[in-house]
């Protein structure tokens, strides 16, 4: 067979729209990961790096997090932050885009409190984008016996799309969650669930995730 480029666009396309990974997700074998809902991201107004979009979503993620309490799931949440003084940064970071405003945070990063963090969840403050990135989020997954990851909260092309993608790098089964992870620019939320649904994880709504853990429970 010779495989023209409309064949080959056309696959492709096709992957990025409604590709799906063919994994179960097994409550007592996953964790929630829920990344930087904090402060200045979250609270309406209160920096310059608001997520208007991370605020609406909030109740929607609220809710998932309940019921993978309620199924045992353990709930994992982390915030990037001011950690070692910075030194432990990618260095390049002070050089970009994202680095451009003179605004500091008065005090250490804060889970937004209307998200109900409960004091005997795992927090983790990390010190870029990725939650593997120089932290025992590894190490704590693999203590916990958990194999797959369910990636929600914000930003999704960054801190979440970073955290998909090094947990697939170390074998973990990845479910990113497309309506309970928000970024500060609409319009790039599809284009990168379409790179992670094609090449790095299960991307499934809030209610999807929900209906396939309690299938899995009842099975």
Sequence with gaps: ???????????????YEHGRASFDIR?????????????EFVEPGWSPYWVPAATRMAPRLQQLVEECRGVSIPVIWTLFDDTHLGLDRPRTLRFLPHADTDWRRPGPARVW??????????????????????????TVLRNLGRDTVIVTGTLTNYCCGTTARQAYERGYKVVFGSDVTATDDETRQEPELAVLRKGFALVLTADEITSRLTATQHA
């Design 1 to 15: 067979m010779t495989y023209t480029e409309a064949w080959v666009t056309a696959r492709a396309r096709s992957s």
């Design 113 to 138: 409190g209307q998200m109900g963090r409960h004091a005997d969840e795992v927090l983790i403050r990390k010190p870029s984008y990725g939650a593997f990135y120089d932290t025992p989020l590894d």
């Design 27 to 39: 409550p007592e074998r996953t964790a929630l990961l829920v990344i930087d809902m904090q402060d």
